[in-house]
């Protein structure tokens, strides 16, 4: 059992104010493996002073000294990336074999900001005017459970980068991965006060952090529906945000595909991150002459996906991170069953000899476009096969959605693709693969987002503006 009881505040661990005990379970098996103690609203004030206090002089630091902090970040969490990968298996089940590398990046992303610092430009010129990016201020950041510690590592690599202080919550429901995470950001070294971190709920932290007037910047990755809320909360004090929200994302098979290389790219698109992840591909676009071959395919490409123990290392697809999200994917698998979808692999239920949250990986066919699961974020391995007639037809019904978060083109054609790629209403496409690039911007078009992160554009989002002119311009003839 971890018993989590302090947060960390101005450089120190402390015993939050609040008194509150959450449980923390084991999703493969249900177990409870500890508990954390969850600040409340005084303890986000003490973090947000903190960090206020901190402001004016980290704000003067120089790009060198900030860059030197990033590295030194990046080497005190690559140092124990082994204990953090074991803390995120245990906590949120995600297989060994995915998450040992999502946590090299995890902590690369000090190293990438790093690299988008040193030549970022915070001085420009507009004809006569002297324009100055300055860092916006306090940053609230708000991360969510499917990854805690890539989102803590990525946000606060790029409010440091801008010269920015801030105040993170993470998800309660990832406190362990938290307190290792923490414990590595400390031995960086940094001036107190530059980052604070408080476990607690959304309701509660979340919400002061969004309301109070101290904060100047939100940096939230969640729900659609908990960054609407973000949203009207940051409004009375007029905060900065940057949303990364849900998606519906579309993985376009075009006809000139080759199917036996493309089906098991759409499924791992789909299943990534155990179908907990806002860019997974659940919204599969065939040729309707091919649905018979594709709906071959694509039972034999699940039917080859090792679900189980996320310790193995030939594990692909790990358990859900609760019984409340394990009971939201079973009604969305009922949805579709009683809609009229046909149901070609899965269904309700566990997994033969799998309890704990473990659900089965499910496609189904005979999808329309309307159909609740065709519109609705499910957060699990649940894909839908959509078919189409025309090229045209294809990108509309992948554009025929309030999300636009990630999208996914595949083709034996490259030129055909990037084609096709232009014309989708998405902040990223992928084409032929699962790729990612750390300097690129990432974030929604449409209820999937609010503004942009990584590289430069991540720095950019944490600035203000300024124009300053000494001189009248010359009067123009």
């Known amino acids: 059992m971890r018993n989590i009881g302090h947060s960390y505040i101005d450089g120190e661990f402390v015993v939050p104010n609040g008194t509150e005990r959450f449980d923390l379970h084991n999703p493969a098996t249900g177990e409870i493996i500890g508990q954390v103690r969850l600040g409340d609203v005084a303890d986000t004030r003490r973090a947000i002073a903190a960090a206020k206090r901190a402001f004016p002089a980290f704000s003067r630091t120089t790009k060198e000294q900030r860059i030197d902090m990033l590295r030194r970040l990046h080497t005190a969490v690559a140092a124990r990336a082994d204990e953090l990968t074991r803390a995120v298996v ?37 004809k006569s005017a002297k324009v100055i990016m300055q860092p916006v201020g306090v940053v609230g950041i708000i991360t969510p459970w499917n990854s805690n510690y890539s989102f803590i590592t990525n946000k606060l690599a790029a409010a440091i980068a801008a010269g920015c202080t801030c105040v993170i919550k993470p998800s309660e429901m990832s406190a362990i991965q938290t307190q290792v995470l923490t414990e590595c950001l400390h031995s960086a070294g940094l001036p107190p006060g530059v980052f604070n971190i408080v476990n607690g709920r959304g309701d509660v932290v979340g919400a002061e952090l969004s309301s109070n007037p101290d904060v100047a910047k939100i940096s939230f990755t969640g729900s659609t529906a908990v960054g609407k809320a973000i949203l009207r909360a940051g409004a009375e004090t007029m905060k900065r945000v940057t949303l990364e929200l849900g998606g519906k ?194 974030g929604g078009f449409k209820q999937s987002g609010i503004g942009r992160e990584y590289g430069a554009f991540g720095i950019e989002a944490h600035l203000e503006t300024k124009a300053i002119l000494d001189r009248r311009p010359a009067e123009r003839v």
């Not at 089940?93 to 988008?116: K, Q």
């Not at 040193?118 to 010129?125: D, L, N, Y």
């Not at 978060?405 to 496409?429: C, F, K, M, T």
Request: some cysteine; aromatic content about 8%; hydrophobic content about 40%.
């Open 90 to 126: 245990l906590e949120y089940g995600g297989p060994i074999s995915v998450r040992a590398p999502w946590t090299r990046a995890a902590a690369g992303n000090f190293l990438d900001l790093a690299e988008a610092l040193e030549t970022f430009e915070f001085t420009r010129q507009a």
């Open 249 to 442: 994302s579309p993985t376009v098979i075009l006809d000139d595909a080759d199917l036996e290389k493309a089906i098991p790219l759409a499924v791992a698109a789909g299943f990534q991150n155990n179908g907990q992840a806002c860019i997974a591909g659940t919204r599969i676009l065939v040729p309707e002459n091919r649905l018979a071959e594709v709906s071959e395919l694509i039972v034999k490409a699940v039917k080859a996906v090792k679900v189980g123990d996320p310790n193995e290392a030939d594990t692909q697809l790990g358990p859900l991170v609760s019984q409340r999200q394990y009971e939201r994917v079973q009604r969305y698998i009922r949805a579709g069953l009683n809609e009229g979808a046909t149901l070609l692999i899965g269904g309700e239920g566990h997994p033969d000899g799998l309890g704990g949250y473990f659900v089965k990986p499910t496609v189904f066919a005979n999808v329309t476009n309307d159909m609740t699961i065709a519109r609705e974020e499910i957060f699990g391995p649940v894909l839908a096969l959509i078919t189409y007639r025309t090229e045209e037809e294809a990108v509309a019904i992948a554009n025929d959605t309030d999300y636009g978060l990630q999208a996914y083109v595949i083709s034996s054609d490259p030129a055909r693709a990037q084609s096709v790629a232009e014309r989708i209403n998405a902040g990223r496409v992928l084409v032929n693969g699962l790729f990612h690039e750390p300097q690129a911007p990432f």
